[in-house]
Every structure is written in C-alpha cells, then in structure tokens.
C-alpha cells in the first residue's frame, strides 16, 4: 500500500511554508530531520522523499544539504507546471532535472508535473505528450496533476488566491477529469502511458469523489498514487474514521503519502504554513501515520529507487 512518504509539500513555496517565519529554513530543516528519523525508525523500508520543491532551485538543496536534511532522507522531489505557472519552457524539462542531480546524490522524482486546460484542452493534451518525452527513463517516479479538476466551491492552497489573476484560476483546470467527471481529452493519451507514469490526487477530508477515483484510477491502469495526509486534519472530529476509509480504498495502489500542513493551533502563527511551534509533534504525527498504516513486516527490504 505505502511504499514511500513525502515530508511536505512545496517547502520553498511560499503558500505552503512561510518564510517569514523561518526565513533560512532551519525550523524546517530541524522539523524534517526529526520526522525522517522517526520513519525510519519505524519501517526502515519505506523510501523518504523530501517535499517536491516548487520553484526547481539547487540552492534551497543545497541548503537543505548543509542542514543535514539529506542525511534524513532517500530522495528528493521536483515539481514543475511550465505552461501554466514557471517561467521557463517545457523544453527545458532534461535540464531542470539535470541541475537538482548536479547538486546531489539522492534519486530525484517528479512528484507533480502537469498542465491546466485554462485555455484549451487541446494544450493539456500536447504538454502531456511532450512532457513525458522529456521526462521518460529520467526520473523513478513521475506523478501528473491531477486527476480531477478542483471543484470551483473550494479553494486552491495558494497564499493569495484571487489576487493572482489567472493564476489562480489555472488551479481549478488542471484535471484529466471535469468536476462532473467527465474525462477531457488528454485522458486518452494519458492512458497510453500508465503504468510508468502515476498520478498526484489530493484527497479533501471526506471527499466525496474517493471511491469514484479509485474506479477512475484501476480502469486508467494506474500503479503509482502521490496523494496526502493531513497533520491539521488529524485534529477533525472524525479523522482517523476518513484517513483509515481512505488509505482503505487505496491499498491497490503503490502510494506516496506526503504529510504536511500544520495545524492552526499549533503553528507559530495560525496559519497551516506555519513552522510548528513544537517540531517533535510533525515527528510524531509522521511516525504515527506510519505506525497504522505501514508498519515494519519482518525482514522488510528497503523501497528505494
């Protein structure tokens, strides 16, 4: 079921870590460092990705290097959304990955790549095919994001939501599906390369579109899931009932769960980008999760790639 587990998501992006509060990283280092432990000291097994980094930047690996960060875990992350969000070509793909490899030894994935249909589907179609030329044989894992569509009564995780423009609004188009379901045209080319390429779906607490995703995701023949486990859900009235539903309807999948977002209550501010103000309780949330979901089996092997 888990075979490997994400530490945040997007720590050098300001709408999922703020740097105000901890402008060089360190409370973050510490926290990771602390949470990569506790993993593997309860399931040596599991591969330990550092959050996907969004912008791609050497230097903040770099950082994290010299911080001992690297130390903790087994590979790092990029994610990357060139017609939509990055200032740089879709073309640029190889060297993107090129300048994380150069700067460490670690294997490094790309944990969320994708294009929106803002504009057209005709051109989430083509950035998928092109894309995974580029990308094909260069990293073990590549997830696309995402399955469905953001469903426009929610909101995007993004420090300043309308104020971005279009922006913005890109995050509710990135779907191979509509929010009814309905696949676009890109499903169809995205089929014609699964198994080797996975999938990246947030799942909402107590999302109704769970069960309909696991369908979508077996007939797609989908193998590999990056999906989440909230540590600000956890404290929901409820929560183990929908983290157990959900990783339930997950057990056919080989998943990366990537656990972050702080509670509000617990955070130095109450904001979920908030460094915690005790990092040993994101230790503990990791070690938990891991505990009930993807205990040590005896004589277990290491999942790294």
């Known amino acids: ?91 640029d793909w190889p060297a993107k990955v090129d300048e994380i490899r150069a700067v460490t030894n670690l294997p490094v994935w790309v944990s969320e790549v994708g294009v929106s249909t803002f504009g057209a589907e005709e051109v989430q179609d083509w950035g998928l095919r092109r894309t995974l030329e580029l990308l094909s044989g260069r990293a073990p894992r590549i997830h696309w994001y995402s399955l469905y569509d953001l469903p426009r009564e929610w909101e ?11 922006s913005y609004y890109r995050h509710f ?53 990056r999906t989440g486990l909230s540590w600000a859900d956890s404290f929901r009235p409820g929560a183990l009932d929908w983290f157990d539903r959900q990783m339930e309807a997950l057990k056919d999948f080989d998943v990366t769960v990537t ?9 130095i501010t109450p904001h979920h980008t908030s460094a915690p103000l005790v990092r040993a309780e994101y230790a503990e949330f990791c070690a938990a999760m891991v505990r009930r979901y993807a205990p040590a089996a005896s004589g277990g092997t290491s999942n790294i790639d």
């Not at 969004?54 to 959304?81: Q, T, Y």
């Open 1 to 91: 079921m888990i075979d490997s587990v994400m530490l945040w998501n997007e720590p050098n992006n300001k709408s999922h870590w703020d740097p105000e509060i901890d402008p060089d990283w360190l409370l973050f280092a510490e926290m990771v460092k602390e949470a990569g432990h506790a993993i593997r000291a309860v399931n040596p097994a599991l591969t330990r990705v550092l959050g996907g980094i969004s912008p791609i930047d050497p230097i903040f690996i770099r950082n994290m290097e010299g911080r001992g960060v690297l130390d903790a875990v087994d590979a790092v992350a990029v994610h990357g959304f060139p017609l939509d969000w990055n200032l740089w070509s879709i073309h």
């Open 156 to 166: 995007a995780t993004t420090r300043h939501r309308e104020a971005e423009g279009s």
């Open 173 to 225: 188009h990135m779907g191979l599906l509509r929010q009814d379901g309905t696949p676009k045209i890109a499903l169809e080319s995205f089929a014609r390369h699964t198994p080797e390429i996975g999938l990246c779906q947030w799942f909402h607490f107590e999302d109704h579109r769970l069960d309909e995703a696991v369908a979508w995701m077996k007939r797609l023949g989908v193998r590999y899931l």
């Open 259 to 267: 656990f972050c977002f702080t509670p509000e209550h617990r955070g």
